[in-house]
């Protein structure tokens, strides 16, 4: 359906929304142009507060969260799309995945001995630099519906500035069809907002009357929409108070964008003490002995919700139960 709503602004800070549109050209109601907002600000804020990341890694990690829920609604699958990404500078690790029904986590490794490479201002004035904090390495995108043929996965090197530049290079090997993505992400008295805003060109019909004139159709709305996208400013993105449908109509209003139900994205993290206990229940005694701490316990802490939990290295080798703190 069409809107023209202006948007209040709370879906930014209040929760996180994944809204799908497209753009409709300048007469007709036909989809030329897909598109995603992927608004990210509560499940980024909650995750970054937990992880207590210096300024430039948690601004590296807001945008990958926020790509990674935008580029998930763009195929048709049921399990977990994951964006990560491996360097070989200031940050090691970049994770950040998302299932299909919208539980989105994250985590980044860094060198804790090293000085951060991007100075705050620097963070609070630009997106997050690939070349400063990741340097040289890829970045792979793994779909993952947990059958024995429902994996895929396609790597790319870090040769952009941006994740964004990372994700369109995936997409222009995978997809092999026009892409741009933009995205972006700063930090406001504790809370964060963290948008990712992407339109892929849809493939016309071919072999019928007239198609040439539809192609040059749709060569000039995919032209006008890939340049009113390169022309979104940062503080449009992230603006706390710029609602995620009222960032497209100020955008694409001459396209004609219609907007779709948007879907919800929270922080939730799929680990589980039995997914634990099972991993180490399978380990070798010694090995298990290796990982006792002064408490007597093992101490297990999840990389994502950074829970730890407690297990009784004797009640693992036979019957026993687990405690968890938080």
Known sequence: MAANDAGNGVDAVSGGLILPFYLAGESGDTAL????????G???????????????VASLQAEALAIAACL?????????????????????????????AGALRGYAAFDETASVPVADDVVAAMPASV???????????TVDQ????????????????????????????????DSHIVASAAERDGTWTATALMLQRVASDGGAAGTAQQKEIHDDVWHTAKTLLQSVRRDELVDPD????????????????????????????RCSPQKVETVLAQMAPQDL????????????TCEFCKIQRDFDPESLMGEGGTSTRH
Not at 33 to 40: D, F, K
Not at 131 to 141: E, K, N, R
Not at 289 to 296: I, K, Q, R, T, Y
Request: proline share 4%; with cysteine; hydrophobic share 45%.
């Open 42 to 56: 509560l499940p980024a804020t909650t995750i970054l507060q937990r992880h207590q990341y210096p300024a430039a």
């Open 146 to 177: 947990g059958t024995e043929n429902g994996r895929y996965q396609g790597i790319v090197e870090l040769d952009g500035d941006t994740l964004s530049d990372a994700a369109m290079a995936w997409f222009a090997n995978s997809e092999q069809v």
């Open 289 to 300: 002995g290796d990982l006792v701490a002064e408490s007597g316990k093992i101490e297990v």
């Open 242 to 269: 710029l609602g995620a449908e009222a960032l497209v109509f100020r955008l694409f209003n001459s396209l004609r964008p219609h907007v779709a139900p948007a879907h919800p994205v929270a922080d939730q993290c």
């Open 131 to 141: 070349p400063a904090l990741l340097g040289s390495g890829y970045a792979a995108f």
């Open 33 to 40: 142009i897909r598109g995603r907002l992927a608004s990210v």
């Open 72 to 100: 998930s609604t763009f195929m048709k699958f049921d399990g977990v799309f994951t964006l990560q990404a491996k360097g070989d500078a200031f940050v090691k690790t970049l994770f950040a995945d998302v299932t299909s």
